[in-house]
């Protein structure tokens, strides 16, 4: 079992910037890919940021040139910069390693216009 633990959420004005982190504990392996989901009300989740343990990106075009996805390890964050309204949502820890995956219990982002 893999526990991940968000935190960092909250909320901001249109612009400005927030940065999230997940820590994972448990049984965690070395080679395992972490990242963030979100999802807005009335929405499905949807892809953010992954990051592979070789430090590989991947970014929803929504959120490229302003999110910036980083790890160390067993940890992970996101760096949000020019916040838009629609970033609005809960935004999730993700952690996939042997097969298995593991989500964080969400931690909420708002962006005030």
């Known amino acids: 079992q893999v526990q991940l633990v968000e935190s960092g959420g909250g909320l901001v004005q249109t612009g400005g910037s927030l940065r999230l982190s997940c820590a994972a504990s448990?049984?965690?392996?070395?080679?395992?890919?972490m990242g963030w989901y979100r999802q807005a009300p009335g929405k499905q989740r949807e892809l953010v940021a992954i990051?592979?343990?070789?430090?590989g990106t991947n970014y929803a075009d929504s959120v490229k040139g302003r999110f910036t996805i980083s790890r160390d390890y067993a940890k992970v964050y996101l760096q949000m910069n020019s916040l838009k309204p629609e970033d609005t949502a809960i935004y999730y820890c993700?952690?996939?390693?042997?097969?298995?995956?593991?989500w964080g219990q969400g931690t909420q982002v708002t962006v005030s216009s």
């Open positions: 993700y952690y996939q390693s042997e097969g298995y995956q593991y």
């Open positions: 448990g049984s965690v392996f070395s080679i395992n890919v």
């Open positions: 990051i592979t343990p070789g430090g």
